[in-house]
């Protein structure tokens, strides 16, 4: 059978092409190397996907305007589908092999599994995962969550829920649908000892599976419960089951998702079932007017025409934006100490307004404590106000 | 002059290596495995721990379904099984990793034994879905055993410790791995020269004629069940040590369905294919990674692309191999071996 020889050599031949390919692009003296890990393949890539796409352009535009200090900055992509051994194994790739000096990171199961490593080797890790257990330097002094934390959300919520209750015969009554992971599950402490604190009574908790295809067995226990606000802390592809089983039951319970649960997407997503549904917002939206949109908007078309993004896009320059003010403010031989420092040295930085201005310090690394409420109103989502929570130390690590 | 392979007694029949060559070829394989630490990055060497876990599992499985016929999709849920056995028996019992990844295999057996039972009234289809049962009730038992497995928030593992020496690099875990994954190897080979191993056989050729012959199903059945799952443990174990930190989520199904691709690509009733098997499904993803990674400079979006096209390759490469080679990698390798041990005359 002379067919499958040819087969074998071809696969041969495609195989040392590939790995040819493979091969590290030897001697790159000054260039600053970041790991980036992303996931494009698991529950979570209807954010990976932008994330990746906005930190790929956002780097290559730094580049092209000459780097950081003078050097140019080199992004060590790995996908790890939403799996933390494999997130492990990208992770000492980063430190180990191409000796990178900071981590753009992502999900919160591998960053909080990740802990450990990142305090031993002294690597700054800017994850997007915003979890409250990032959120104190005496216990994780290299991990910085790239946004607003959960738990400053999840208070941000009941906060609201709290202001908003005219009804003085009874106390408001929530309940959290969760995701059956790190992720899902990170503030939920925080938002039960926060809840009881404040008089909000927490009558249900739904726990849904990472990647969801129906929720109608927890929405119909959660219906008997009947709350009057609802907090969902799950990803934007699988919110709109969430909304949609809701809306089928009939459930009069008011919706709160969180910022990686509703964006610019999700009134397409979910159509009628969107109507009224709320949400904090952490980053612009695409297109949104801040300052610095038009510049991200004029080289996204220059190099993606006709392409379009959502606001995980934006958090993937963020990102960048912020790594870039780091290394610069380490200096000229940063390492994973100085961009810490530099890190630690945000005062009110201004992230090109894509959020609110972000400051870290040495005790607290809480980036901002502000946020925005947004609402799907008529097929659109809609600002509805500006809100923040106390940065209270009791809720750090939290 | 000797032309040919003639065997004039059946001790040289149930040779392992025919002539000098391969024996030298294998030693010189193993030499060359114990010193790669010294030259391999830490990416390359946390890639062969993993084709060393992939091959340990990969025979388990090939004994199984390759050897036995026993179709089983359950295999994720008996490396779940050993994985989170070995982290439980250290972490909260204490004991140390030497005595707790063996008695974790043999947990895993008993798993294995149990999950196996089916097997004695159910055959093909039939005993895919009773050992697919077998990995919802698994994994769902992780998930929810919390006081045990810290459910979805997964589990720490700490390094294994062997005469004082923590086994905290890719380099050290490479050794342990592969001290291991020599002699399962030559267990698993020596096993088909076996009466255990012949009646394995004859069962998957047809059970029914194999019980007429004397061999009895209700035993080697739940044996090879018992032997798939010791391996399956032993793989999930050193998993446990290699990553250091155990999910539910790394034991999916899909997990299963990639053993079970390893060792339809590399070659069913194989050892040597359930090796190749190990390797390339390890290696493929890999290289199209190192591809994506480097393509960025040139072509910024590859990275997104070819991500996601590792799932369409590896469909692709399990429907090439049914279509042009059933009998998978291995039978490649002995088809080209055979040409070069006759090249240039051959005829």
């Known amino acids: 059978m002379s067919h499958a020889r040819d087969l074998l050599v071809r696969f041969v031949l495609v195989g040392l092409f590939v790995v040819g390919l493979g091969a590290p692009p030897g001697g790159a003296q000054g260039v600053i190397k970041i790991g980036n890990l992303v996931d494009l393949t698991g529950p979570t890539s209807d954010q990976g996907k932008d994330i990746a796409q906005g930190r790929i352009d956002a780097v290559q535009y730094f580049n092209e305007r000459g780097g950081v200090n003078g050097r140019k900055i080199e992004l060590i992509s790995v996908e790890y589908g939403f799996q933390p051994p494999r997130a492990v194994a990208a992770y000492k790739r980063f430190v180990e092999d191409d000796k990178v000096v900071m981590v753009l990171g992502y999900g919160t199961p591998d960053t909080e599994a990740l802990r450990p490593y990142i305090t031993k080797d002294k690597i700054p890790y800017l994850s997007g995962s915003y979890s409250g257990h990032l959120t104190d330097p005496r216990q994780t002094p290299y991990n910085f969550p790239g946004g607003i934390d959960y738990t400053s959300q999840i208070r941000i919520f009941l906060n609201y829920v709290k202001e908003t209750w005219t009804d003085t015969s009874r106390k408001p009554r929530v309940a959290f649908i969760y995701a059956d992971n790190a992720y899902g599950r990170a503030p939920i402490e925080a938002g039960r000892l926060y809840a009881k604190e404040i008089g909000v009574d927490l009558v249900d908790e739904e726990i849904i599976p990472t990647v969801l295809t129906d929720a109608t067995s927890q929405l119909l226990t959660m219906k008997k419960k009947d709350p009057d606000y609802a907090y969902i802390n799950t990803n934007t592809q699988w919110v709109p089951v969430v909304l949609k089983d809701s809306y089928k039951l009939g459930l009069k319970t008011k919706y709160v998702v969180n910022n990686y649960g509703i ?44 392409d379009t993004h959502a606001s995980p896009y934006m958090r993937g320059w963020l990102w960048v934006i912020m790594s870039v003010e780091a290394i610069k403010r380490a200096g000229d031989n940063p390492t994973g100490e100085s961009i810490k420092k530099g890190l630690e040295s945000f005062k009110d930085f201004d992230t090109w307004g894509i959020t609110p201005p972000f400051s870290y310090t040495n005790e607290d690394h809480r980036p901002t404590n502000r946020a925005r409420l947004v609402m799907v109103k008529g097929g659109k989502i809609v600002q509805m106000k500006e809100v923040s929570v106390e940065r209270d130390m009791k809720w750090i690590g939290k | 002059m000797q032309s040919g392979g003639f065997r004039t007694s059946y ?257 069913l009733g194989s050892i040597l294919g359930a090796i190749f098997g190990a390797v390339f499904m390890t290696l493929l993803p890999e290289v199209l990674k190192l591809g994506a990674t480097s393509l960025t400079g040139v072509y910024p979006n590859a990275f997104g692309v070819i991500a996601s096209t590792r799932d369409i390759v590896f469909g692709l490469a399990v429907i090439l191999f049914l279509m042009y080679e059933p009998q998978g990698l291995a039978r490649i390798w002995l088809r080209v071996r055979g040409y070069w041990k006759l090249w240039p005359y051959a005829y």
């Open chain 1, 263 to 306: 964006d610019e997407r999700t009134p397409k997503l979910a159509a009628e079932a969107a109507e009224g549904v709320m949400g904090i917002q952490d980053v612009a939206y695409w297109g949104e007017n801040v300052p610095g949109m038009k510049t991200l908007m004029d080289y996204h078309q220059k190099h993606h025409p006709g």
């Open chain 2, 11 to 267: 001790r040289a029949d149930e040779r392992i290596f025919d002539t000098v060559v391969p024996i030298v070829g294998v030693v010189a394989l193993i030499v060359a495995l114990a010193v790669t630490p010294r030259f391999a990055t830490t990416y390359w060497l946390d890639v062969l721990n993993r084709i060393g876990i992939a091959i340990i599992g990969a025979l388990g499985l090939n004994i199984l379904v390759g050897y036995t016929g026993q179709i089983s999709i359950g295999h994720a849920a008996f490396l779940a099984v050993g994985a989170y056995s070995t982290a439980i028996l250290e972490v909260n019992a204490g004991l140390p990793f030497y005595l707790a990844l063996p008695l974790a295999a043999v947990i895993t057996s008993g798993f294995g034994l149990v999950f196996g039972i089916p097997s004695l009234r159910l055959r093909g289809l039939y005993l895919a879905i009773a050992t697919l049962a077998a990995h919802f009730i698994t994994t769902y038992g992780i998930v929810h055993w919390e006081s045990l497995t810290n459910g979805v928030l997964g589990m720490m593992v700490p390094p294994a410790t062997i005469f004082g020496l923590p086994l905290d690099s890719d380099a050290r875990v490479f050794y342990l791995i592969f001290a291991l994954v020599v002699p399962a190897t030559f267990f698993a080979k020596n096993l088909f020269r076996t009466r255990v191993g012949r009646a394995f056989i004859a069962i998957r050729d047809r059970d029914v004629a194999a019980g007429v012959m004397g061999v009895s199903l209700y035993h080697y059945k739940l044996l090879a069940f018992v032997l798939s799952s010791f391996y399956a443990g032993l793989a999930g174990g050193l998993m446990a040590h290699h990553s250091r930190i155990l999910f539910p989520d790394a034991f999916t199904l899909l997990v299963a369905i990639d053993y079970l691709a390893m060792i339809i690509i590399g070659g």
